[in-house]
């Protein structure tokens, strides 16, 4: 009987334990299912947008925010099966091409607010981005981008978040704009420019052939009308960050301010220290590539088509030509002596850098490097006086596959020239000498060669004996 009672007091103890552990557990999750819900409010998204329809906004959710969540989430919906890159790119530029102007909020309570986005993001103006509230409807206005907008351009900043380009904005006009509207929607008055003190506008007649010009004070802030074209009226400064580059065998190498084009290679060089003396100057260049060509309509593609309109060449040399324009679209060197440096009168002191220009001053080189058909190619040490067959026999003397011609190219310029027996060369440091090799010729090579010319031999027959017959 005892153990009876032990055994139900027991299962009672038990049961109150995993009763107590259990009812924290079940309030708990009551909670977390119900408190979102209680944080939960409904806004629905009309007009011109990526998606409409009612959505879940959180309480305290301002209206770019809940706009960008949306936004986010049907853009990558939508792209999701977009495989190809390119076509990704054109869909993500027509989803964000959205109005962010002129937006209207209408309010359970008949209240209407009309807010700006472009304004809120550029100035932080609160007051053009409010809280969202439970049923609140957002309207996006539809927008005719080719009419309905205001241009300009000018002296100023270029704020690349409107719609347009890093040269000009082009931005949706709204009833009620003023100069002061379109100049912070570029991002504001370029500080770089002197004297900016007005604006020019442009204004189209219906019929888009008249014009209508006039100058304007900023500080009138006059009203603006749909279609105006504006330019910030400003005096252009050429206050760039203007620089060469000098490395190698310098005391100071690395950038150099320079002007615009006043600063002369001379002073450059003064200014990067001067040359060390290992330097060897018979080797240094000023290289002057594609990078000086700042217009977006010079190209090297073009200017191949530029060369090529009037020349009268054959195949062979426009091929040679196409190798010699690369070369100096993407390296163009100045021709300068750069021994002549410290002579005010010479015209190597004299040379204007540009910006972009790169200065290589090389260390000294005192070798002369032949390879090719020799026994032991490589670097030798120059001697000066010492002619081509100095240094091939120091290379170990010629193969017994070499042709018998023999090759001389310059370091600097990498100009080959073809050595006779009979003339005497001046070999310089840092030049290569080449000896080609003979091709093996297989007696495959040489029955190609007789089946070619028996071809050619049998079709000048068949021609001849056909013109001895039609003379019969």
């Known amino acids: 009987m005892q153990k009876k009672i032990i055994a139900k007091i027991t299962l009672f103890v038990v049961f109150l334990i995993f009763q107590n552990i259990l009812q924290p557990q079940n309030k708990s999750e009551f909670s977390f299912d119900t408190t979102p819900k209680q944080n939960m409010i409904s806004v629905t998204i009309g007009g011109d947008f990526i998606a409409t ?264 040399d426009s091929l040679s030509l196409i190798i010699d324009n690369k070369l100096r679209f993407i390296r163009g060197n100045g021709v300068i002596d750069f021994t002549k440096l410290s002579d005010t009168s010479s015209a190597a002191s004299k040379f204007s850098v540009r910006n972009g220009d790169y200065i290589h001053i090389p260390e000294k080189l005192n070798l002369v490097y032949v390879f090719g058909q020799v026994y032991d190619p490589g670097y030798i040490p120059f001697v000066n006086g010492k002619g081509v067959d100095y240094y091939i026999t120091k290379a170990g003397e010629k193969g017994q596959n070499a042709k018998d011609e023999i090759y001389l190219i310059k370091g600097k310029s990498r100009s080959w020239t073809k050595i006779d027996k009979d003339i005497s060369y001046t070999i310089e440091p840092g030049d290569f000498i080449w000896l080609p090799k003979e091709p093996v010729r297989t007696f495959s090579y040489y029955l190609d060669r007789v089946m070619a010319i028996s071809s050619i031999v049998t079709a000048l027959a068949t021609v001849l004996l056909l013109v001895i017959q039609f003379k019969k």
């Open 53 to 316: 329809g009612t959505f879940p906004a959180v309480i305290g959710e301002r209206v770019d925010q809940f706009v960008t969540r949306i936004f986010n989430a049907a853009k990558s919906e939508r792209v999701g099966t977009t495989a190809n890159a390119d076509q990704r790119e054109v869909v993500f530029k027509q989803l964000g091409d959205f109005t962010k102007r002129d937006i209207r909020i209408k309010k359970v309570n008949g209240q209407t607010l009309t807010i700006d986005l472009e304004k809120y993001r550029l100035t932080g103006d609160y007051l053009q981005n409010p809280y969202l509230q439970n049923d609140d409807v957002i309207l996006f206005p539809f927008n005719d981008r080719e009419r309905n907008f205001v241009f300009i351009t000018g002296a100023i900043n270029r704020n690349a978040s409107s719609w347009g380009n890093n040269q000009t904005v082009k931005f949706q006009f709204v009833d009620g704009d003023r100069l002061e509207d379109a100049i912070l929607l570029a991002g504001g008055i370029d500080r770089g420019f002197d004297n900016v003190t007005s604006a020019e506008i442009s204004r189209l007649d219906a019929s888009g052939e008249k014009e209508d010009k006039f100058i304007v004070n900023i500080k009138d802030n006059p009203l603006l009308k749909r279609g105006d074209r504006i330019t910030i009226l400003g005096d252009e400064t050429f206050r760039r960050d203007y620089t060469v580059t000098v490395a190698g065998e310098v005391y100071r190498p690395g950038t150099i301010a320079i002007s615009k084009g006043s600063s002369t290679l001379k002073e450059v060089i003064e200014k990067a220290g001067g040359f060390l003396p290992s330097a060897d100057l018979s080797r240094a260049e000023l290289i002057r590539g594609a990078n000086v060509f700042k217009s977006t309509l010079f190209s090297e593609e073009l200017d191949q088509f530029l060369m090529n309109r009037m020349a009268e060449i054959t195949p062979e």
